[in-house]
């Protein structure tokens, strides 16, 4: 099985860079990632069975940060403070407006990545440089310290 860093970087040099530039978050992140990765997408799902992007955003933030994140992604957009997507860390959230009434979350783990919980893949690692990405992004919060 491939570690998430080589999965996601093209050179070990790279990984390491990305790992320096980042820190300690991304990698608890990560962790809970491999524990999650795979699991289909169910709207209103909390558990391993089926998840949706918000829930996901609460198993995750409080196994890899002890801290609380509300159940909704309408709830989550509002805590942290807002961070420009060219200023993203890894342990930010990503913000989406899918459709004219659902939003969707992801957290950002670097390298012009997020991970989320997909209607189509499950739970996944996309671009946020992808056109659809790039043309349903609203906002980004930061929630969690730099020192998280």
Excluded at 88 to 117: C, E, M, N, W
């Amino acid at each position: 099985m491939l570690s998430m860093n080589s999965e996601l970087a093209t050179s070990p040099a790279k990984a390491a860079l990305v790992h320096q530039e980042t820190g300690p978050l991304r990698s608890r992140i990560l962790d809970q990632y491999q524990k999650w990765k795979g699991t289909h997408y169910q709207w209103g799902g909390t558990t391993h069975h089926g998840v949706d992007c918000s829930a996901l955003m609460q198993h995750l933030f409080s196994d890899a940060a002890h801290l609380d994140l509300p159940r909704t992604t309408g709830e989550q957009i509002h805590r942290g403070v807002q961070v420009a997507q060219y200023r993203l860390k890894a342990g930010d959230l990503v913000f989406f407006q899918t459709s004219p009434t659902r939003k969707h979350v992801g957290v950002y783990i670097g390298d012009s990545l997020f991970i989320h919980a997909s209607s189509s893949q499950g739970v996944t690692v996309s671009a946020l440089t992808d056109n659809y990405w790039q043309e349903h992004f609203i906002t980004a919060r930061r929630v969690a310290g730099s020192s998280a």
